[in-house]
Nanobody
Framework: QVQLVESGGGLVQAGGSLRLSCAAS????????MAWFRQAPGKEREFVAR????????YTPDSLKGRFTISRDNAKNTVYLQMNSLKPEDTAVYYC????????????WGQGTQVTISS
């Protein structure tokens, strides 16, 4: 059983920064990759970034590249999301997720952490 626990959310002013963390626990945790998603009120869940667990290969959509950076610390079983130059439209609940294979669904999800950006 794998558990993902996000932390680091909060309220910041536009232009500020936050770093989210996602700590994973469970026996032999070794996913193919981990990712961050977000969901704003009334909107569909949106993919934010992903990172492969072993090689550390990252992917961030062009719309977020340059502001959002995903990283991981394998020794701590933790994935991070550094968010800079935050905008009010970044307000959402941010979730981390993990999956076992490259093309499968994300099997494990955290409970989410609220990020609110004030203008």
């Amino acid at each position: 059983q794998v558990q993902l626990v996000e932390s680091g959310g909060g309220l910041v002013q536009a232009g500020g920064s936050l770093r989210l963390s996602c700590a994973a626990s469970g026996r032999t945790f070794s996913p193919y990759d981990m990712a961050w998603f977000r969901q704003a009120p009334g909107k569909e869940r949106e993919f934010v970034a992903r990172i492969t667990w072993h090689a550390g290969i990252t992917y961030t959509p062009d719309s977020l590249k340059g502001r959002f950076t995903i990283s991981r610390d394998n020794a701590k079983n933790t994935v991070y999301l550094q968010m800079n130059s935050l905008k009010p439209e970044d307000t959402a609940v941010y979730y981390c997720a993990a999956r076992s294979t490259a093309f499968g669904n994300y099997d494990y999800w955290g409970q989410g952490t609220q990020v609110t950006i004030s203008s």
